[in-house]
């Protein structure tokens, strides 16, 4: 029951798939997710593509997206500025109010990554946004960095947001960046990007010069009465687990943070069963499926 989308954002098609319950009957209006990819990815990556099936298979309708300049949407390659994500994300919510498929007063948002703190960032500053998952997400981009370059690796990051800025202002183009420069990520867990089709493996300096610059902090205070998830490994060696517990600290009630012992960066396609349980059971509290239709098995 998927079908490949395409809506407007700004002026470029995004690409995504929207996923239907199998059981679901015409006419009828079900809760709904936008799951949110991470850095430079896809909609194909794993953890999307698990997200999705779960949620889908509890009986929501779904729709996964790929931000602008990524993967089969349109865009400049590889520009991701965290600003205009949050479009693309309110973007998305119109897409999915318009359809005949979903109840357009019950759209949840669901990110991973980098796509946990822009799904943050946008339900602070949208309220149709009904509820928020986060898996893995972050508050304080500066704080990020600094945590995930230490000692000289620092001034060398800095020095190349600086001379991007200098490329940019001189030149009028964009010092190119690869990925593990941005975002360190362990030999052993880049087969997760290896296996999305769509994942980038450069970008423009102003990458990231905007996540520098991006604070979700700031905004989960403003999410509050609607519900918000927080999900991370306690482990994770890709961005710290002190990055949700910052955003804990800041968010207003229903909260919930779960640090999961053992889990790692990606943790929704390590098919870790405690994951899965604590998503299922939090649905089932603060966004469940009306009694009228189906309940989570």
Known sequence: MSEPIRFASDGLQLAGLLHRPADQKPHERR???????????????????WAARALTGWGYVCLQFTFRGCGESEGER???ICLEQVADARHAITYLQSRPEVDPERIALCGLSL???VAIYTAGMDDRAAAVISQGGW??????????HTGPEWSRFMAQLTDGIRMRETTGRSLMVPRYDIVPIPPRLRDYLAN????????PAETPLSMFLFQPEEMIARISPRPVLLLHGAGDS??????????????????ELHLIDGADHFMFAEDNERTVTLV??????????????????
Request: no cysteine; proline share 9%.
């Open 139 to 148: 508050g304080n981009g500066e704080r990020k960095f600094r945590l995930q």
């Open 115 to 117: 796509g946990a703190a």
């Open 280 to 297: 299922r059971q939090w649905i089932e509290r603060y966004f469940p499926m009306p009694r009228h239709l189906i309940q989570i098995k």
């Open 31 to 49: 809760p709904a997710f936008i799951v949110m990819h991470g850095f430079g990815g896809s909609n194909q990556g794993a953890s999307g593509v």
């Open 78 to 80: 590889g520009r991701v």
């Open 238 to 255: 890709v961005t710290p687990a002190s990055e949700s517990m910052a955003l804990f600290k800041r968010a207003r009630p229903p909260v």
């Open 196 to 203: 999305d089709p769509g994942s980038i493996m450069e970008f």
